[in-house]
């Protein structure tokens, strides 16, 4: 059964910095394009970027030159890395497969707030 579990997230003041951790189960990790997406309620899923399978990253215009994505293959671990957050960062962060979607996680909350 795959999984996935997100982690890191918290309350940050604006300027600030999180990591966020995503561990996998259940799946061929190092095969996978394993993507970040955000939601905040009543609007949809946002993606944030994506990495794959050798470190190749996109991320998305509102995010980039501030987040940046890594993965650790050996522990079926994917990162990202958020540096200046701002307010509009404030949502519920999930990784997920970009090609190969599995069950969503619980995700982790981000609130950046003075």
């Known amino acids: 059964q795959v999984q996935v579990a997100e982690s890191g997230g918290g309350l940050v003041q604006p300027g600030g910095s999180l990591r966020l951790s995503c561990a996998a189960s259940?799946?061929?990790?190092?095969?996978?394009?394993m993507a970040w997406y955000r939601q905040v309620p009543g609007k949809e899923r946002e993606r944030v970027g994506f990495?794959?399978?050798?470190?190749?990253?996109n991320e998305a215009p509102s995010v980039k030159g501030r987040f940046t994505i890594s993965r650790d293959n050996a522990k079926n671990t994917v990162f990202l890395q958020m540096n200046n957050l701002k307010p509009e960062d404030t949502a519920v962060y999930y990784c997920?497969?970009?090609?190969?979607?599995?069950?969503w996680g619980q995700g982790t909350q981000v609130t950046v707030s003075s």
């Open positions: 997920n497969s970009l090609a190969s979607p599995f069950p």
């Open positions: 259940g799946i061929i990790f190092e095969n996978q394009v």
């Open positions: 990495i794959g399978p050798r470190g190749a990253t």
